[in-house]
């Protein structure tokens, strides 16, 4: 039986904002806000996130047995259902690039975005999920269009963008109900298929290292050229041995 439930519409400004005034009148776990387009689309860090006709543009509402403090796990196990996801339904080579984005051929094919609300009666968490499906990558602005990828461009053929919302949607409801006993089995799976362990990372355009491992927080630890561990919480990376 499906867990989840789809609910469409064509223009919204974010299905965010959608989806957690649902959250906050009560609505089930596993509704999902799926729309055609975003007028304001949001990307992680406050950036914008550009949302043409064609991509799979979606949040889903989840009551994750967690701590609000914990909100960080949703992410990653988000990112990971992704990748698998888009491995198994398109066998694509999908790979994770800490924390929150899935890469194809080393270019964004998607990101996710975790927001925690707390009502008065349960802890929400929203899970903002964007792939870019049915269109060509000449529909991003020129800023955007060398570190991204289609699925469509890709794949030179369209997808099915309701299986593909459904089977991600379905598989984060699954993962998420058991977040806080399989987290070391998911941080175990998520360094399986990143891209991001081993190599040399700028955080936010300042402090530079080896990305080592991730910690059981799901947080990346860096080790800088003196040797010394660090650990990222959070940050936009960059990779510094891009070839
Ligand atoms: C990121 O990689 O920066 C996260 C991107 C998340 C984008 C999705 S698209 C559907 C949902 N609605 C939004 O406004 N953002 C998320």
């Known amino acids: 039986m499906s867990k989840v439930s789809l609910r469409f519409h064509d223009v919204v400004d974010s299905t965010m904002e959608i989806a957690s005034d649902l959250a906050l009148r009560g609505v089930n776990e596993g509704t999902v806000i799926v729309a055609k387009t975003q007028r304001r689309g949001r990307g992680r860090s406050g950036s914008a996130w550009i949302s043409p006709e064609g991509g799979a543009w979606f949040s889903l509402i989840l009551k994750p047995p967690i701590q609000p403090k914990e909100s960080h796990k949703i992410v990653l196990l988000a990112g990971l259902c992704v990748c698998n996801v888009l491995r198994d339904l398109l066998e694509l080579n999908t790979m994770l690039r800490w924390p929150n984005d899935i890469l194809l051929e080393r270019r964004k094919l998607a990101g996710v975005l975790g927001e925690g609300l707390q009502t008065k009666d ?28 289609t699925a469509m461009d890709f794949l030179k053929r369209e997808i099915d963008n309701e299986s593909l919302i459904e089977t991600i949607a379905q598989r984060i409801v699954e993962k998420s109900s058991s977040l806080g006993e399989n987290y070391p089995q998911i941080l175990e799976e998520w360094t399986r298929f990143s891209d991001t362990i081993g190599r040399i990372i700028e955080i936010d355009g300042t402090r530079t ?35």
Do not use: H
Request: aromatic content about 12%; glycine content about 12%.
């Open 209 to 243: 290292g080896r990305a080592i491992r991730l910690d059981s927080e799901g947080f990346l630890v860096i080790t800088n050229s003196k040797g010394n561990e660090q650990r990222i919480v959070s940050g936009k990376i960059r990779y510094l041995d891009e070839v």
């Open 122 to 149: 349960a802890f929400y968490a929203i899970v903002g999920v964007g792939v870019n499906t049915n269109f060509s990558i000449d529909a991003f602005p020129e800023w955007l269009k060398e570190g991204a990828i």
